[in-house]
């Protein structure tokens, strides 16, 4: 090997780069990230970085980038892969022996977007002008009731401000988590004092001069809003791959070994498509598990020792007091058991496909969430009639 590009520098990108250096590889490693801040961390974003004055989180410290070639706030336009070079908008071009994608994701967004006043959420500079404006807002509307969007909501509730979130769905998190915990999210959010309107999509983004004013929900409801969080989801940042020839569905394809149709190019973390043992079928995941078992696992296979990706998918997310965390994947399809008390908040949801454990939910319960990542990481040995045990206890069960 002469030399790894790593196109993103995000949690996956840097992930593979620190577990080669960290794995023994010598030769010469190069990450380019477009973002002009120092590679930072995106779960507090939508927390504690919206709650106060605080700095964002550095995901390595100086001593990571004496290792490596960064080359920060610096684009790569395309990838030739019969010369095995990237072209950088500075003009640079950088050969590989094997290029990494880590591209992760854009926002989708919504008409009217533009308006002065609405914002997406996924970069640091997203972050910084929505709290700066948040110190003068007194409402906001946030389209989406995903996990964006809901952590916004606990974030923006908590500063006092009125907080309506719009979700064209019946349920908070439809595709993420069983009815009972969407449920359990929906009576959180709204004693809070959230006004979550189920059912009731965007219509139309309302401004004057330039800047938003009102939400128009597809009811006809007209919802004032001095600031707009648009939270329906992001796209993966596929273009690099399909300018190249690589295939690409909703998400650049790869192996069990993160590996593309050619076999110098990669792909990894949230824009990649892979087959997911524990689904069962291709996945593309938005997590920094994810993001980074996968630069763990790209790693492993340029540095010679090639196996399977099979790490178990695990997930956090933090909305106010609700500490809610999801071992495994469910599907919408999948029955679901209660163990523990939902009315006291602290509860796990076990989620079972045909008699097989597949998912947890918990809420404020961090030793559930653990033994349910060992039991399921080791096959998920525990049937619905063990769960329904009236002394039942996943932590007991697991030890
Ligand atoms: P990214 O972190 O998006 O990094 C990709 C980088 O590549 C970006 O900096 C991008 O600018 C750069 N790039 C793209 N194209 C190019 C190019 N052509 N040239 C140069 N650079 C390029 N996950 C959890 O598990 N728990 C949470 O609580 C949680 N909270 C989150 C809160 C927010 C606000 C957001 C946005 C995400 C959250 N996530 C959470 C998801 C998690 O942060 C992502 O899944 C993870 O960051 C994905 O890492 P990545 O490296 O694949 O992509």
Redesign the pocket.
Known sequence: MTAVVV?????????AADALRAGGYGGELVV????PDP?Y???????DYLMAETDPLPLRGPAFFEGITY?GG????AVDRRRREVE??DGRRIGYSALV???????RTLPGADLAGVHG???LA??RALRAELADARSVVVAGAG??GL??AAAARARGLAVTVLEAAERPLARAVSPVMSDFLAGAHRSAGVELRLGEGVSALEGSGGRVRAVVGTSGAVLPADVVLVGVG?RP?T??AEAAGLAVDDGVVVDEYLRTADPAVYA?????RFPCHHAGVPAR????????D??RHVAKVLLGTPEPYRELP?????QGPVRLQIAGLAQAADTALVSGDVASGRFSVLRFREERLVAVESVNRPADHLAARRLLAAGGALSPADAAAPSFSLKEFEA
């Open positions: 196109v993103g520098a995000g949690q996956a990108g840097l992930q380019v990230g477009e973002e590679p961390q995106r779960p507090p974003l939508s927390k080359a610096a684009r790569v336009l950088l908008d994608l880590a591209t992760g994701a854009v926002n959420l996924r970069t997203d972050a996990f964006i952590e916004f992001v940042r273009e690099l990894i973390g949230d824009c990649a995941l938005e997590s920094v598990q994810n993001a980074a996968q630069g695990w997930f956090w997310s933090h």
